[in-house]
């Protein structure tokens, strides 16, 4: 198991003196508050409930980590984008686990996590099969964890057939965050994504399966809304099924109190075996998704950075540990000592304080430049908010938009790591080129020539000149940079 307090990822580094100099330099001053919802955008309960959970708050994702364990295998209705019987440790999609779990090996398994994982602050049950249908042993899980581990959040994520009969049972148990996937408001769209269901010891299919599913879904958001559960909803992107029905959802959704939605791409591949895969039904390309979410009118309510993890994902978001913590590597007995979280915290209350100065100097800088685009910016990340990673490590970039108005994260981008073994792969440089389409320049810790040139030989501007700074202070001095420099010379 490796050594797990990873505090270098988030220590203040002597080069962000270097990007004081170089925004003030720029021009920066006091500015309003960046683009994710933070303490002075909400209500202090919902703020208390959200603030290290690193799905509902997308600043968490870069501090705090969740991991999944897969109890509840079985499930209540069938998915056209899924197959339960897939089981593949190379595998990063929703639904794909290594190892299901009884209630006892996963309270062995989270001990072992949050000894070892100071970022861990969440733990789901989100697959493959569904929490409320396999209920007895989603609360088995949840009661002994939260006897051992109290300051752990619970979460579940559901398809909502069988959610309203428990929403008070959720309540009682402190389950403050409840994800439901709700890919339709139309039964007649609802048939082409769900085969048939399983309600009231029946099996029913087509429109009326879909409608069932519909009215259930719809009585456990308004329930647990009512209970100030915060709810998010998962919509997944179906292009030509429901891609622009998923306005109407996000629309109905908002109304009846969910928290944030969260529109995921479709993955379809057929060698996974789902009906979609099989049938040729594609996925999203990412400016597309980008497209629709740009649609929706309420933004700060977008969840923007969800990873689609695997169903037993350890770690923080675009990162899986899961592998470390299989059962077989663990102790029979493990005891809880909460010394390297309590740690982990008291460090990070005082680096989000710094990211957050650093972060509103950024944008004051960009305030003060006229007339200039919004650009896209992928980020090389290790996470802790910082660009530090080398580009040939890279698994994903997290992307962010700036423009005068401000910088707003917009998603990720999953790629392929161009340095394999000390050496890069050109092979896997072309797909990173064509997963980095749109983007206009890359932000990293380090790169080498060869890819540099690669890069710029296709539109994308790439700069390691401000390694391990903040994210936003690096985008802000590169944007002064270009921009100032050609405001300039058009002057
Ligand atoms: S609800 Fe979840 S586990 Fe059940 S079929 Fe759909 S994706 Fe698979
Ligand atoms: S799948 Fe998305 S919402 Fe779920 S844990 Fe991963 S990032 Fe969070």
């Known amino acids: 198991m490796a050594n797990l307090i990873s505090l270098d990822s988030i220590k203040p580094v002597a080069r962000a003196e270097t990007m004081r100099e170089a925004l003030e330099s720029g021009g920066c001053s006091s500015a309003s508050c960046g683009s994710s919802d933070g303490p002075a955008d ?16 997308e600043e968490a994702h870069h501090y705090f980590a969740r991991m999944h364990v897969a109890v509840a295998p079985a499930c209540n209705i069938q998915c056209n984008y899924c197959n339960r019987k897939y089981d593949c440790a190379n595998e990063s999609r929703p639904g794909v686990v290594s190892e299901k779990l009884t209630p006892e090996q996963a309270m062995r398994k989270v001990i072992a996590v949050a000894n ?65 996937t709700i890919n339709m408001i139309d039964p007649e769209i609802g048939a082409k994504i769900y085969p048939w269901i399983f309600h009231n010891h029946r099996r029913y299919e087509g429109v009326e399966a879909s409608q069932i599913l519909h009215e259930r879904q719809m009585l456990g958001l308004e329930m647990l809304a009512a209970r100030n559960i915060l709810v998010k909803v998962n919509s997944v992107m179906i292009p030509g099924v429901n891609d ?61 950075h969800c990873r689609q993890c695997r169903a037993d994902a350890v770690g923080l978001l675009g990162e899986d540990r899961g592998q470390e913590f299989n059962l077989d590597l663990l102790p029979e007995e493990v005891a809880y000592d909460p010394s390297k979280r309590d740690a982990y915290r ?3 209350a005082v680096e989000l304080g710094e990211h957050q100065t650093h972060k509103k100097g950024a944008e004051a800088g960009l305030a003060a430049v006229d007339a200039a685009p919004a650009v896209l910016v992928a980020i090389a990340t290790k996470g802790g908010g910082r660009i530090n990673q080398h580009f040939g490590h890279a ?97």
């Open 42 to 57: 909400m209500d202090p309960a919902v703020w208390a409930k959200v603030k290290d959970h690193p799905c509902y708050s």
């Open 116 to 180: 070892e994982v100071p970022q861990l602050s969440v733990l789901g049950i989100a697959g493959p099969g569904d929490a409320c249908y396999d209920w007895r042993k989603t609360k088995a899980t949840f009661d002994q964890i939260a006897q051992q581990i109290p300051d752990i959040k619970l979460c579940l994520s559901t398809n909502g057939l069988a959610l309203p009969e428990h929403v008070d049972e959720i309540a009682r148990m402190n389950i403050d965050h409840v994800t439901i």
């Open 244 to 304: 622009q029905h998923l306005l109407e959802v996000n629309r109905v959704v908002k109304a009846k109190g969910a928290f944030l939605h969260n529109i995921m791409p479709l993955i379809s591949d057929p060698a996974h075996g789902t009906h979609y895969g099989l049938t040729g039904q594609r996925g999203p390309r990412a400016l597309e998704l980008k497209a629709l979410q740009d649609r929706l009118a309420d933004g700060t309510k977008l969840m923007r």
């Open 346 to 348: 008291e460090i990070v």
């Open 395 to 491: 698994s994903e970039f997290q992307v962010f938009e700036a423009s005068p108005e401000g910088i707003s994260f917009v998603g990720h981008r999953k790629v392929d790591q161009y340095c394999q073994g000390g050496w890069g792969e050109d092979a896997t440089l072309e797909g990173m080129i064509a997963a980095l389409e749109g983007i206009d320049v890359v932000l990293c810790a380090k790169i080498g020539d060869c890819p540099k040139d690669s890069l710029a030989a296709a539109g994308i501007a790439v700069s390691d000149a401000w390694p391990h700074a903040w994210i936003e202070s690096g985008i802000a001095a590169w944007y002064l940079a270009t921009y100032r420099a050609e405001l300039r010379l058009s002057a």
